[in-house]
Nanobody
Framework: QVQLVESGGGLVQAGGSLRLSCTASGSRFNIRNMAWYRQAPGKERELVALITRGGSVNYADSAKGRFTISRDNAKNTLYLQMNSLKPEDTAVYYC??????????????WGQGTQVTVSS
């Protein structure tokens, strides 16, 4: 089994910064694409940013120029550096990963989510 555990959320004032982390734990697995999603109250979950194993990235328009996604493959860890935060960035942020688990094949995994609250 593989688990994704996020950390780094919290309360920050508008204009501030936060760095989210997501670490995969388990054994005999290989992580492919990783991504951050978010879900605000009353809204659908949306993609924030995605990064391939090779480092290619894609961002939602709302994240471009403010957020940076990165990963450390040796540590099985995904990051999201969020700068110039706005109140509309307030949401639960989820880590997502496509993981090949030896003996079980490929599956999509979600973390438990971490709350980000931006005050005005």
């Amino acid at each position: 089994q593989v688990q994704l555990v996020e950390s780094g959320g919290g309360l920050v004032q508008a204009g501030g910064s936060l760095r989210l982390s997501c670490t995969a734990s388990g054994s005999r697995f290989n992580i492919r694409n990783m991504a951050w999603y978010r879900q605000a109250p009353g809204k659908e979950r949306e993609l924030v940013a995605l990064i391939t194993r090779g480092g290619s990235v894609n961002y939602a328009d709302s994240a471009k120029g403010r957020f940076t996604i990165s990963r450390d493959n040796a540590k099985n860890t995904l990051y999201l550096q969020m700068n110039s935060l706005k109140p509309e960035d307030t949401a639960v942020y989820y880590c997502n990963a496509d993981i090949f688990l030896l003996g079980y094949g490929s599956n999509n995994y979600w973390g438990q989510g971490t709350q980000v609250t931006v005050s005005s």
